[in-house]
């Protein structure tokens, strides 16, 4: 499944797709966002590449309390970094967006504090793993605290930004609503969720791969 | 059967607040600005280039580097 070709051809495509229709389809022409809408494909589909990205993760984590294999620990971890990863650039792609819509890089947005602090959060699990010496240990208790900072991903991002007065679609006065309209879906949907979150995988795959030859050859 | 006319109402009512919050904005209905200039200078395409480009270079690294680990799991076996 990792050295097959199919599904990254297929990543490949859908995001040709998504840059060339992202840029050239035609998109509701809405105020305050105006052409900066098509973000939705690139800024939004990073969010949805780290929760999918992040969800796998913690399945293997879980795996490995179960079993206790070391693949599935390998496999946590390298899936969690891209998690991160995917989060990284969805915050500093969002403050680009945020400087020439709502005016400044940081406005203390309750969604734009929420994302970070689970990043923070996902980062203290690579700190935390890292100060243990015992691979048994590392790989148990970073199992643990993989399924707690997941679980955290919930309240910090999509349910007190919701509940809270935020400049994000979906926060307490806020009636915006850009998912609704169908050219937007049709790009959104089938080309950059899954080509964002495919490329994810690929590179997740590569580094577990390397993992696994490196340890190989070390024993 | 009640369960289809609830549905049908929800959307009913659901399609006339769209309606309505059409309503209210056009008081404030100015013509939004959107980059038609830039599509008719043909600029637009410039844009798709370079994200075009920048995709290609990443894919081009990425498939290297998976024939490299391929190449190198086969030796190691």
């Known amino acids: 499944m990792l050295r097959q070709k199919w599904w990254k051809i297929v990543c490949v495509i859908l995001l040709l797709y998504t840059a060339v229709a992202g840029f050239l389809g035609s998109v509701p022409a809405e105020p305050i966002l105006n052409e900066t809408i098509r973000n939705l494909y690139f800024h939004v589909a990073m969010w949805m590449a780290m929760m999918i990205t992040l969800t796998v993760s913690v399945i293997y984590s879980v795996k490995y309390l179960r079993t206790n294999k070391h693949v599935y620990d390998i496999y946590a971890l390298e899936y969690a970094k891209t998690g991160i990863l995917f989060g990284i650039l969805g915050v500093v792609t969002g403050s680009v967006w945020a400087r020439w819509t709502w005016g400044s890089f940081w406005s203390n947005d309750p969604k734009q504090l929420g994302a970070t602090i689970a990043l923070l959060i996902y980062l203290a699990y690579l700190v935390l793993r890292n100060s243990m010496t015992d691979l048994d240990k590392r790989a148990r208790i970073g199992a643990v605290y993989n399924i707690f900072a997941f679980a955290m991903l919930f309240p910090t991002i999509w349910i007190i930004p919701r509940m809270v007065d935020s400049l994000h679609p979906g926060g307490m006065g806020n009636s915006f609503n850009i998912e609704m309209d169908p050219r937007l879906r049709e790009v959104f949907y089938p080309g950059a969720i899954p080509g964002w979150t495919l490329l994810g995988v690929w590179i997740t795959t590569l580094r577990i791969r390397l993992q696994l030859v490196a340890e190989r050859r070390h024993n | ?77």
């Open chain 2, 1 to 77: 059967m009640y369960k289809k006319i609830l549905v049908f109402l929800f959307l009913c009512q659901a399609f006339c607040m769209r309606l309505l919050a059409q309503g209210d904005t056009s008081a404030a209905n100015k013509p939004v600005e959107m980059a038609d200039k830039f599509r008719a200078d043909g600029k637009i395409y410039v844009v798709v280039a370079v994200v075009v480009v920048i995709l290609l270079g990443i894919f081009v690294y990425v498939a290297r580097l998976d024939r490299k680990i391929t190449r190198f799991e086969k030796e190691i076996k």
